[in-house]
């Protein structure tokens, strides 16, 4: 059963506190907004297409987090059809109607030749055109891909690369300082226990809870994910066998229960990607498992939170320490596209550029071939956009140690892909954390569901094993 969606009482008064804060940060007589980047931002480069090019580019994306991104994506995408005879339309929607919308777009048989998601869309294999070549060719040109985006974009059952990823985001931890330090922790939580003792003393002194959502959005399908790794379980094996039914899977959901009921409030519930951050940034909330792109909000709406979070990579659990990748960008083209050479240019053009994305996205956007953005190291070290201390980020520099991909230990294969997009996990620990089902049987209940979904994508030769 689906849990309704509503706007509680406490949703309402972070909305408002956010909203108060933005004013208040507006409201200065001066004005006000982000903090002066300390670095010119790169110099953008144009290599001509290897074929001649024309007619239209249809391109839809995410309305990114951090809102200088677009500022900066959708003229670069445009002056880079001026240059390559293209005329290029970029199309923004929110993330979570890409999914309903690329399928619409593929029964359909009509609408843009590229788009993006954040995360992997290897359900839409059958659909879409093989990007092999374009990942080749960027590494030929920028160095290898790194492991991590290769997993989550090409299905090593069919060799297709069902889609491209020339970037990623890590998911840490966001902690208010000032409320760990109360509880003995002044550098944040490092394992789950951590999690669960410090959260709920300060839950029980100061009312203020944390934000792992257990809703049907992507900020819970990771924090889910996140968590079930740490145990030593997982959804499928290396050799992508169903193997989520375990004692270890099991421990996970009955961690998760004692987390709810110590730490949390109902609205995990029902929450969308942007309730985390909108809690946190109203000083509600004592730990989110996000991005950076919260703070870098903060540091506009509520400039005195956004100085007090801070930032810890994956939590220690009893086997392992991992998080999901928070983004995992898929550009796709659809196969009905009518525009594929012009897509596959401007996928090469916008990789090249990759150095500009991490910066104009304020140094969410991390890239798939790091050889492209030399500068990240003393960026994270000393941060162009106000962080306070300055090397707040440094704890991204390793970030790829402690991150993995969407199906983990194997590939993001196209039923891991279906069973992220119909939200399974989240639903598996809000069964238990609401007391509607035992630990025990919220995992079976899990696993009804995705064996067929395994099976099906595998009888179509899609997903490896036996």
């Given at each position: ?23 208040a940060c507006g409201d ?21 297409p290897t074929a001649t ?268 320490a991992l998080a999901a ?142």
């Amino acid at each position: 059963m689906n849990e309704p969606t509503y706007l509680s009482r406490r949703g309402l008064l972070w909305l408002t506190a956010v909203a108060a804060a933005a004013a208040a940060c507006g409201d200065t007589g001066d004005d006000a907004g982000p903090p002066e980047a300390t670095v010119p931002a790169p110099s953008p480069t144009f290599t001509d297409p290897t074929a001649t090019l024309s007619g239209d580019l249809k391109i839809l994306l995410w309305s990114h987090f951090v809102p200088s991104h677009d500022e900066w994506f959708d003229p670069f995408a445009k002056s880079w059809g001026q240059q390559a005879g293209v005329n290029v339309t970029v199309d923004h929607i929110n993330n979570t109607e890409i999914v309903a919308r690329t399928a619409a777009e593929i029964q359909a048989r009509q609408g843009h030749d590229l788009i993006q998601y954040i995360a992997p869309l290897s359900q839409f294999e059958p659909s879409v055109v093989d990007l092999k070549d374009v990942a080749e060719e960027a590494g030929k040109r920028h160095g290898e891909q790194l492991a991590l985006c290769v997993k989550s974009s090409q299905n090593p059952a069919t060799g297709k690369h069902y889609a491209y990823s020339p970037g990623w985001v890590p998911d840490p931890g966001d902690y208010r300082k000032s409320l760990w330090e109360s509880v003995g922790l002044a550098n944040g939580p490092t394992s789950w226990e951590d999690l669960l003792r410090g959260g709920a003393e300060i839950k029980k002194s100061k009312n203020i809870q944390m934000g792992l959502g257990m809703s049907q959005e992507i900020d819970s399908n990771m924090a889910g994910r996140a968590l079930m790794w740490s145990y030593g379980a997982s959804i499928q094996n290396q050799d992508e066998q169903v193997v989520i039914n375990s004692p270890e899977t099991v421990a996970a959901v009955e961690f998760m229960q004692r987390l709810f009921k110590d730490t949390m409030t109902n609205e995990v519930f029902s929450w969308n990607p942007a309730s985390n951050n909108q809690g946190l940034i109203a000083g509600q909330m004592s730990y989110i498992l996000n991005s950076i792109s919260a703070w870098r909000t903060a540091q506009e709406a509520n400039p005195e939170v956004a100085d007090d979070i801070y930032f810890t990579p994956a939590l220690k659990g009893p086997k392992a320490a991992l998080a999901a990748q928070h983004v995992m960008y898929n550009w796709i083209v659809p196969s009905h596209a009518r525009n594929v050479d012009a897509a596959k240019e401007f996928l090469l053009h916008y990789t090249a550029n990759w150095a500009s994305a991490t910066y104009h996205s304020k140094l969410y956007d991390l890239p798939a071939f790091p050889a492209l953005v030399p500068q990240l190291s003393s960026w994270l070290d000393k941060d162009p956009f106000g962080a306070q201390p300055a090397n707040k980020l440094t704890v991204l520099k390793n970030a790829i140690e402690w991150s993995t991909n969407i199906g983990y230990p194997g590939p993001a294969n196209t039923a891991e892909g279906e069973v992220f997009a119909t939200f399974v996990i989240p639903n598996m620990f809000a069964k238990a954390a609401r007391g509607e089902l035992s630990p025990e049987q919220a995992v079976a209940d899990a696993e009804r569901q995705i064996k067929p979904i395994f099976d099906k994508w595998r009888r179509r030769g899609l997903v490896g094993g036996a």
